[in-house]
């Protein structure tokens, strides 16, 4: 028995499928492990998944386009034009896409985790906090005086920060704390008086 060419097409569509899915089966069995691996949140899991899914999807539609009749040439420009974009993502300093990869690059490569205490070394205007999420844009960090700033993924990951227990956090934070009142003890005088 000889397929006709449209009924030919349908099944290798069909054969695409089960092959992508058994793919995205065991590629997200494999991330599952490792975030269970490295005690990652919940949250980072499931943005995880939700851009496996993505992937999943637009390699669905490449190679559907291939199955049914696109030219080489088409699929080729498409896929350049995907690698441009990564291109200028990895590349470019403070684009979103850049924030977007750095992003990905903190939940997969970054010990820093939600619920971290971390110190941000920097000359200007350093930064100690918890960290109370992770976005793909942008890293949430509560400090002392229960203030939430939001830093680009961008920075974040350009910085250089350390992890800190929660008692080691607490006992600087009191240290600064004893430090700003021994300055203003009454009595002394002050360089505007």
């Not at 049914?68 to 034009?81: E, F, K, P, R």
């Not at 010990?111 to 971290?116: F, Q, S």
Request: net charge negative; with cysteine.
């Amino acid at each position: 028995m000889i397929l006709a060419p449209l009924e030919l097409k349908i099944l290798e569509s069909f054969i695409l499928l089960g092959v992508l899915i058994l793919i995205r089966y065991a590629v997200s069995k494999l991330i599952v492990r490792r975030y269970i691996r490295a005690n990652f949140d919940i949250t980072r899991k499931q943005i995880t998944i939700k851009l496996l899914n993505t992937l999943f999807f637009v390699v669905l539609g490449f190679c559907l386009a291939v199955i049914w009749g696109l030219s080489g040439a088409d699929v080729i420009a498409g896929i350049g034009s995907v690698v441009t974009i990564l291109g200028v993502a990895f590349f470019a300093q403070w684009s979103l896409l850049s924030n977007i990869t750095s992003g990905l690059i903190l939940f997969f490569n970054h010990p820093l985790k939600i619920g971290d205490y971390v110190e941000i070394v920097d000359k200007d205007f350093p930064m100690a906090g918890r960290v109370e999420n992770i976005t793909l844009f942008f890293l949430h960090l509560r400090n002392k005086d229960n203030h939430v700033y939001t830093l680009a993924n961008t920075i974040v990951a350009q910085k250089t920060m350390r992890i800190m227990k929660p008692e080691e956090y607490f006992e600087e934070m009191e240290q600064l704390d004893e430090e700003k009142e021994n300055k203003n003890i009454p009595g002394e005088e002050s360089a505007l008086d």
